[in-house]
């Protein structure tokens, strides 16, 4: 099997703009930026459709979210070697820190598939803002993958903490995947950001679509609403990508939040 391909070698396009929005703390008294960007044409076309050949190989592993959340997942085994290990690298976490800038993070992460069959329900309004427990298990660039040797999003009580590093979501990637560049706005399945997570689902302050080879990104904060919105018309099928702070990092830069860092939500 060949050896993973660096993320130099591979990727196409790294024009981005980061974009703000304001959005509001659930108490809706308190305004927060919303920083978001995204990336058209991401990797070379060669690449792209290698990783669609790659899905396909393991879609019939993925599993339905029980939570009422209408679309299955995998996640990406980190020891196996894949075209998707190039999320992995530490030259992609460089390129994505960059971005950002003042984001500090942890080498733990989390990469899932997840899918979105045709005609599926609108999600619900949420942060992302969530705990991420990890077991130390590096691989061997240093990065420590969560693959199902943890409780990943659960608040701990003491006893477990002592056996987890805690740290919390604070940059959320999603790749489109679509095997169909050919999309349209009747077509659905965007991401929607919100203002306020009470807001009109169908009524976004901004709406990115799930084009094929689209990287899209946003800080994770207790204001970083957002939601997948129906898709009419052909599967979405996208990279979730984590990557993660500190736990009281986290809580001393939004203990004016007023959110607190979410329960586990949903089973991922």
Same mark, same amino acid.
């Given at each position: 099997?060949?050896?993973? *391909? ?54 019939? *592993? ?47 992460? /989390? ?12 999600? #619900?309004?949420? =942060? ?15 990065? &420590? ?37 050919? #999309? ?49 018309? =052909?599967?979405?099928? =996208?990279? /979730? ?25 949903? &089973?991922?």
């Amino acid at each position: 099997m060949e050896s993973m *391909k660096s993320f130099k070698s591979i990727v196409n396009n790294t024009d981005y703009k980061l974009e703000t929005i304001v959005t509001h703390t659930r108490n809706h008294n308190l305004k927060f930026p919303l920083r978001y960007f995204y990336i058209d044409n991401f990797l070379t076309e060669t690449f792209w459709r290698e990783l669609v050949d790659s899905y396909e190989t393991i879609k019939s *592993k993925m599993i339905r979210f029980t939570s009422g959340y209408d679309a299955s997942s995998v996640t990406i085994n980190p020891y196996l070697e894949s075209p998707f290990l190039v999320f992995l690298s530490l030259e992609y976490k460089d390129f994505i820190s960059k971005i950002f800038g003042d984001i500090e993070l942890t080498n733990n992460t /989390m990469l899932e598939l997840h899918r979105h069959r045709e005609n599926s329900e609108n999600g #619900w309004i949420h =942060n992302d803002y969530d705990p991420a427990n990890f077991k130390y298990k590096p691989i061997k660039n240093g990065l &420590n993958p969560w693959y199902h040797n943890s409780p990943y999003r659960k608040i701990l009580n003491e006893d477990e903490s002592n056996n987890y590093i805690e740290n919390v979501r604070s940059i959320a990637l999603i790749y489109h995947l679509n095997e169909k560049p050919d #999309w349209k706005e009747e077509h659905g399945g965007t991401t929607g950001f919100y203002k306020r997570s009470s807001d009109d689902i169908d009524n976004p302050i901004v709406s990115i679509a799930p084009i094929a080879n689209r990287l899209v990104g946003y800080e994770v904060t207790p204001w970083s609403w957002h939601s997948f919105r129906s898709n009419n018309k =052909n599967e979405r099928v =996208n990279l /979730m990508h984590w990557f993660h702070s500190p736990k009281g990092l986290a809580e001393a830069t939004f203990k004016h939040a007023q959110n607190g860092i979410n329960e586990n939500i949903i &089973n991922g």
